[in-house]
């Protein structure tokens, strides 16, 4: 279950929440199974993020850094990685995403994922 106040924070916008991230480096976001649907969350700071379960349909996650981020089992339908950085991001069981979007985003190739997504690259263990 997602932390009310980490999702009530992001549903700020990327420029607070980039903010309280810098003012709490030692946090861990919570995130897990929020409804994200349709958000404007370009160049947010979601890494280490726990997004397991999200629902980040239509979201806008252009340039987000999403490195070492838990999306398993996250809906992804029409969600916009593009330029996002994937390094180490885990999206094991990710519902609706497919190589067309994948592949725009940076790092994606570091990511774990399904091998449905292997999109030409090697998965990584």
């Keep these: 279950m997602a932390n009310a106040e980490h999702v009530q924070l992001l549903r700020s916008g990327a ?11 030692e ?13 404007d969350l370009s160049s947010a700071d979601l ?8 629902d980040l ?3 806008m996650l252009r340039d987000a ?3 070492r981020a838990r999306l398993d089992a996250a809906n992804l339908f029409k969600a916009v990685l593009e330029e996002a950085d994937l390094d180490g991001a885990v999206l094991l069981d ?24 292997a999109c030409g690259a090697a ?3």
């Design 15 to 25: 420029a607070a929440w980039n903010e309280w991230r810098r003012q709490h480096p």
């Design 94 to 117: 990710a519902q609706f995403l497919n190589c067309a979007q994948l592949v725009t985003a940076h790092n994606w190739a570091n990511a774990r994922r399904d091998p449905a997504l």
């Design 27 to 39: 946090a861990k976001p919570d995130l897990a199974g929020a409804q994200l649907r349709g958000l």
């Design 57 to 59: 349909r239509g979201t």
């Design 65 to 67: 850094r999403l490195t």
């Design 123 to 125: 998965i990584p263990r």
């Design 47 to 54: 890494g280490a993020a726990d997004l397991r379960g999200a």
